[in-house]
Every structure is written in structure tokens, then in C-alpha cells.
């Protein structure tokens, strides 16, 4: 298998597949509603991305409860606030931000 990074009108996903036929069925599989623009394979086996270029300064932590409100809404930034709101009794900023940084941390 191979690490593919695939991008579509509004997401890039990074994922494992046999061909670059499967890497795309997998985005439409996640992402039924939106168009595969590009599809790259990986010339190594993991992805990285920067902190710094990022803007994250800090030891910031993943938060399980944003990240599965982030797939339950599918990457809806507005959807997945309003899920964290209801599921801890946060505050609209406090969600927030919980939301944001975890996309920016890569959810």
C-alpha cells in the first residue's frame, strides 16, 4: 500500500490505498458530494506537517471530544461547534476554539 494525498473542492485527506483508483474511491466514499481535484502519491511513508508553519506554538494537545464531533459533522466547522456545545455544555467561544485548534492540528 502506498500513502496517497487526495484533494478535493473543500478537504485534502491523507490515506493509504493499492492504487491511486482506490485512493479516490476512498474520497468519495468520505466525501460523496465533492470532486477529487487532485491526487498525489506520497514519496514516503508518513506525512508531516509543521507546527510552526501552522502557528502552533506550545504544547497543544488533541481533544478526542472535538475530534469526534469533527467526523460526525464531516469536517463542518459550524456543525461540529454546535455538536461540541451540546455534548460538553461549552460556551460558543470556548467550542470554538476547541474545534479550531483541533483542525489546525489535523483532526
Request: with cysteine; proline share 3%; hydrophobic share 40%.
Amino acid at each position: 500500500m502506498a500513502l496517497y494525498e487526495i484533494e478535493t473542492n473543500a478537504h485534502i485527506m491523507i490515506g493509504w490505498a493499492d492504487s491511486q483508483e482506490q485512493a479516490a474511491q476512498i474520497a468519495k466514499e468520505h466525501y460523496p458530494g465533492e470532486d477529487v481535484v487532485r491526487l498525489t502519491k506520497r514519496p514516503r511513508d508518513i506525512w508531516v506537517i509543521s507546527k510552526r508553519l501552522l502557528g502552533i506554538a506550545g504544547n497543544a494537545e488533541p481533544c478526542d471530544v472535538a475530534r469526534d464531533c469533527l467526523s460526525r459533522a464531516h469536517g463542518d466547522k459550524v456543525h461540529a461547534i454546535r455538536l461540541y456545545m451540546l455534548d460538553t455544555g461549552s460556551d460558543l467561544h470556548e467550542a470554538q476554539r476547541a474545534i479550531e485548534t483541533n483542525m489546525s492540528l489535523g483532526w
